[in-house]
């Protein structure tokens, strides 16, 4: 029997060609030597997040890091990919993160994924290796989801005699986010509840940004439209409305509507919450922020005493995030 999964999971989620596997965190077998992070080409994150993830699509990336096993950064070792992205919305970021520019400052964490190759245990330590990154970048703030709904979508075979049978197969049981617990993110609660146009028979979502793209024929409608062919749609006729065509599209595919009760939503300051106070209060001014730093510093040559250090740590806010460090 399939349960849903919990905060008190002790095991780590995996996605390789589609389908979902468990790895517990009592096997270990982690070693940091033997693994590598780097920044890689959306090409390269895009073909491997495709080919291994259940959604088997690829989020709007601003940025994309990979795991490599054995230390190398041939695409041959590559066991994992983290990407920052832009979400749909600005206010999925700002809400959290009201204090920092969208999408300059403040990035979702479209997609985490590894592959069974990796080791009980990798996520943390890849997760806090992409934070670093990001931070260097002039990220302060990251948003992150965790979709809790299982999915499922339908098999059909045929046997050496041709006969037909269909079976259902568990795509995703769903996750809560542990591994964003585990490295110190804060639980927001839920996401806003919604509608999903949902494909039993893949076990997918369409986006409503998907179905809008289809019917304006804006950027991107042709590979939603092929998407929706492969799904199994009839192809759009020269000439056809693309509404039109969307609407038989969606009953072709047989697209469910169902209730999904919110995401699992996270917080991760990559900064102080004072500084992210500060930068709040300014913000508003086009100002730049100076914080003093006071810190005691042992007199030279003395075995006791100390004096006061003075550091001023200046941030450009609408100069890219630049910080300068002054004494």
Not at 184 to 200: D, E, F, H, K
Not at 223 to 237: F, I, M, N, S
Not at 286 to 312: D, E, N
Request: glycine share 8%; with cysteine.
């Amino acid at each position: 029997m399939t349960r849903p999964p919990t905060p008190e999971s002790s095991s780590c989620q995996r996605w390789t060609l589609g389908r979902h596997s468990w790895r517990h965190l009592s096997e270990g077998g982690f070693d940091a030597r033997q693994f590598s992070v780097a920044e890689i080409p959306e090409s390269v994150a895009r073909s491997f997040v495709c080919r291994h993830h259940y959604a088997a699509s690829y989020p709007a990336g601003r940025m994309a890091w990979g795991l490599f096993s054995e230390a190398g950064e041939d695409p041959a070792s590559l066991v994992g990919v983290a990407v920052l992205s832009v979400p749909m919305r600005a206010a999925v970021v700002s809400n959290v993160f009201p204090e920092l520019a969208p999408f300059t400052q403040s990035l979702e964490l479209g997609r985490f994924v590894l592959t069974d190759a990796a080791p009980a245990n990798a996520e943390s330590w890849f997760l806090a290796q992409v934070w670093k990154r990001a931070a260097a970048a002039g990220i302060l703030g990251i948003v992150s989801f965790a979709d809790p709904m299982p999915r499922q979508r339908t098999i059909t075979d045929v046997d050496e005699h041709g006969q037909i049978s269909t079976r259902v197969e568990t795509v995703s049981r769903g996750h809560v986010g542990t591994i964003y617990q585990a490295t110190g993110a804060i639980a927001l609660g839920r996401s806003t509840p919604r509608t999903l146009n949902y494909v039993p028979t893949a076990g997918l979502v369409l986006s409503e940004r998907t179905l809008s793209k289809l019917r304006t024929g804006e950027q991107g409608c042709d590979a939603a439209e092929r998407h929706l062919v492969k799904l199994g749609a009839r192809p759009r006729r020269a000439g056809q409305d693309p509404r039109a065509w969307l609407h038989t599209a969606l009953v072709d595919v047989g697209v469910q509507k169902i209730r999904h009760p919110g995401n699992f939503r996270y917080k991760c300051a990559l900064l102080h919450q004072m500084t992210l106070r500060r930068l709040r209060a300014v913000r508003d001014h086009h100002a730049l922020l100076t914080t003093v730093i006071l810190s005691r510093v042992p007199l030279l040559g003395q075995a006791s005493g100390f004096r006061l250090a003075c550091v001023t740590l200046t941030f450009d806010f609408w100069a890219g995030g630049s910080w300068l460090i002054s004494s």
